[in-house]
């Protein structure tokens, strides 16, 4: 799902470089194939590195935007323990955005080029977060499926070949449990309530889904890159493998809830053992990808602005931190 | 009041200020310098979250009138609240919201420190804990007020503003009032005055280390111990206690 | 004008005494101070930590995988390092 933006048609991708001899490329396959870890200092293909460059500061990114949605509702959180609950949630998510700036920067780029790409628009971020949370019951849903579909994703990439990507996501994966089941309960305390607060649920639930299954990425005969990175196990499931094991487990988990699906196509498929849904409306990921989503803008323009009035203070640090280096040698 | 009521009343202030301290340190959530920065403000911020919780928890058990944490914190009126209003103020820059915890935190460790020897047990507990957290504040607000001060010149400039513009809200920390004259005669709680004088001294020290200067004594405002607040209160408040009051009663 | 980015830093914590200290990440921060900071607000949220290492990461020496071979020769030549290698006489014990 991080790998939203690579899948758009004209993202070639590379060819092999005329460098890489095919004994090597064939070596490190049998690294991967032998499920040995690549480290920072081995050998790998430039593809490889750019593809890890990109879907793990995708996902950095897509951790550091997250915290936008979410923190809208910091401040009006209508319980102290549900205030403290989702700070600390808001608060892993830029931990969890730090861990994967430090896994990229491994590979050779640097956080600075990172940020940059971001901020001119060039670098991607997962689409969910371009929707407006509108109510607390957005909060909930967030975390009940956002973080459920980001779970799925997730916990293969622990096994993913490349080492300091696997294990900041074993680090990440491990704080992940409770934002999920925070989501949840939120869910289940709003539909055991009152009338109106069940239809902030519902409400929620259906500007959420579709989004959420959208997250997995196109489907994955519209999905060229994906057969190299499977190959390469810096992707471990197909996007629509994962989408159906997520829908498959949340159809259950709004039944409990009480709540209905946004999809009068929704059916159980006994033969299959799966629950067969409606086609996702592609021209809106599209849209969303392309920067015209809800909120693309005002994401961009925070943390630009952010970035652009933290400016002084970066560079304060970094003056003192030369007149200290000057003192020190003097 | 009697005794018990004043050293209520007075636990619950300390929820007042570790509550709109907290709330203002959340609206900086996604608008700090550096992620690393992002991590600090959080960890800060739930800190004085799980401190005014604390106080409030307590408060409302010493009440006994049934009264919850989040009915003190939700649905009581803006008079009724009785934080510094020091910590009410917006947040402005980065350079407002270091000198800001600065000035406090220098006040609030002292406070603590005073609290955790006091003969109120319960009390004296949640100072203990709160202590810890604190000094751990302080100390970085503090790395930051020298790195800005002695950074380059917009930074020394823009602290030194900071500092200018809040430095009429300290006083105010220092003024005691009924409830701060039974804490300390009835409960062997702080000596505010004896506390002004070395709040004095650690700022002065902090600050030059920050190569600022420390403002003229001017007037200082107050009111904020009898809830009389400065005009941005009414909108902080009115932003966190709407939900709990458009819905009366039902659980979240 | 182009800005000079925060140093990187390498952190290493021992979560428990007895245990040595273990990589977990790196942190930017301006210098040595922060970095301490940096890392226990990142690192150490949910108290992981008892013991806090920052370096900066231009200051670690490593050693080169490509030079694995030499550095990190087979042992079989150098049987010497093995406990085998040593006979024991009969009556010796715990050894």
């Known amino acids: 799902m991080y790998t939203q933006g690579l899948d758009q048609p004209g993202n070639k991708g590379s060819g092999a470089a005329s460098e890489e001899t095919a004994e090597q490329l064939a070596a490190f396959q049998a690294r991967i194939d032998a499920e040995e870890k690549i480290e920072a200092k081995d050998w790998m293909p430039k593809a490889y590195r750019r593809t890890l460059i990109r879907q793990i500061s995708q996902h950095a990114h897509s951790e550091i935007i997250g915290m936008q949605p979410e923190g809208n509702w910091l401040t009006r959180a209508p319980s102290l323990q549900r205030k403290a609950i989702l700070l600390a949630k808001v608060q892993d998510e830029a931990g969890h955005g730090l861990y994967l700036y430090s896994a990229a920067e491994t590979l050779g780029v640097s956080r600075h080029q990172m940020v940059a790409d971001l901020l001119s628009g060039k670098a991607k971020y997962s689409s969910i977060f371009n929707y407006p949370t509108l109510t607390w019951a957005d909060i909930g849903a967030v975390g009940w499926l ?56 519902q409400d929620a639930l259906n500007r959420f889904w579709w989004p959420s299954l959208m997250m997995f990425g196109p489907n994955d005969a519209n999905s060229e890159h994906s057969a190299q ?102 | 009041m009697t005794s018990d009521q004043q050293l209520t009343a007075y636990t619950l202030r300390l929820g007042d200020n570790a509550l709109v301290l907290g709330q203002r340190m959340l609206e900086l959530v996604a608008a700090s310098p550096e992620l690393e920065e992002e991590l600090a403000n959080a960890n800060l911020a739930l800190d004085y979250i799980g401190q005014a919780r604390l106080y409030y928890s307590y408060a409302a058990e010493r009440e006994g009138q049934g009264r919850s944490e989040d009915d003190l914190a939700f ?168 939900l709990p009051r458009s819905f009366p009663g039902e659980r979240w | 004008m182009t800005e000079k980015e925060w140093p990187l830093y390498e952190v290493f914590i021992r979560t428990r005494a007895g245990l040595s200290h273990r990589h977990a990440g790196s942190v930017h921060a301006p210098d040595d101070q922060m970095a301490l900071d940096n890392a226990r607000d990142t690192y150490t949220r949910r108290s992981e930590g008892v013991s806090l290492w920052v370096v900066r990461s231009d200051k670690i020496v490593a050693s080169d995988p490509a030079e694995s071979a030499a550095l990190f020769d087979p042992a079989e030549d150098k049987i010497y390092r093995h406990p085998t290698f040593y006979e024991i006489p009969d009556g010796v014990e715990n050894l």
Request: glycine share 8%; net charge negative.
């Open chain 1, 146 to 201: 956002v973080d459920g579909a980001a779970i799925m994703n997730q916990v293969p990439l622990c096994r993913c070949s490349y080492g300091p990507y696997a294990r900041a996501m074993i680090r990440v994966c491990k704080e992940e449990s409770f934002h999920q089941r925070q989501g949840f309960d939120i869910m289940l305390t709003l539909c055991r309530g009152s009338a109106a607060q069940k239809a902030m649920a």
């Open chain 1, 229 to 330: 990175s499977m190959a390469w196990k810096i992707k471990r499931f197909s996007n629509d493998e994962l989408r159906q094991k997520f829908v498959d487990v949340t159809v259950r988990q709004a039944d409990f809830l009480g709540l209905t699906m946004p999809d009068d196509k929704l059916r159980f498929d006994e033969e299959a053992g799966h629950y067969r849904f409606s086609e996702i409306d592609w021209q809106e990921f599209f849209d969303v990808i392309a920067g015209n989503g809800p909120c693309n803008r005002q994401r961009m323009e925070k943390r630009r602005k952010a970035h652009e009035e933290g400016a002084w203070v970066r560079e304060a640090a970094h003056a003192y931190a030369e007149k200290q280096a000057a003192r020190a040698a003097a």
């Open chain 2, 75 to 242: 649905l009581r009126h803006e008079h009724e609240f009785r934080n510094l209003l020091l910590l009410e103020q917006p947040n402005g820059h980065f350079g407002d919201t270091i000198v800001r915890q600065v000035l406090f935190d220098t006040f609030y460790q002292l406070q603590l420190a005073a609290l955790l020897e006091c003969n109120d047990e319960r009390l004296a507990e949640i100072a203990a804990r709160a202590a810890k957290e604190v000094r751990y504040h302080l100390r970085h607000a503090e790395r930051w007020l020298v790195r800005l001060g002695d950074g380059t010149a917009e930074s020394h400039g823009r602290a030194q503003q900071s500092l200018d513009h809040l430095w009429r809200y300290t006083g105010e920390m220092f003024v005691a009032d009924e409830l701060d004259a039974a804490m300390l005669t009835n409960f062997d709680g702080p000596d505010l005055e004896l506390m002004e004088g070395e709040w004095r001294r650690a700022v002065a020290a902090i600050v030059s280390e920050a190569t600022l200067e420390l403002p003229d004594a001017g007037s200082m405002a107050g009111g904020g111990k009898q809830g009389i607040h400065t005009e941005h209160f009414g909108f902080l408040i009115a932003e966190m206690q709407h």
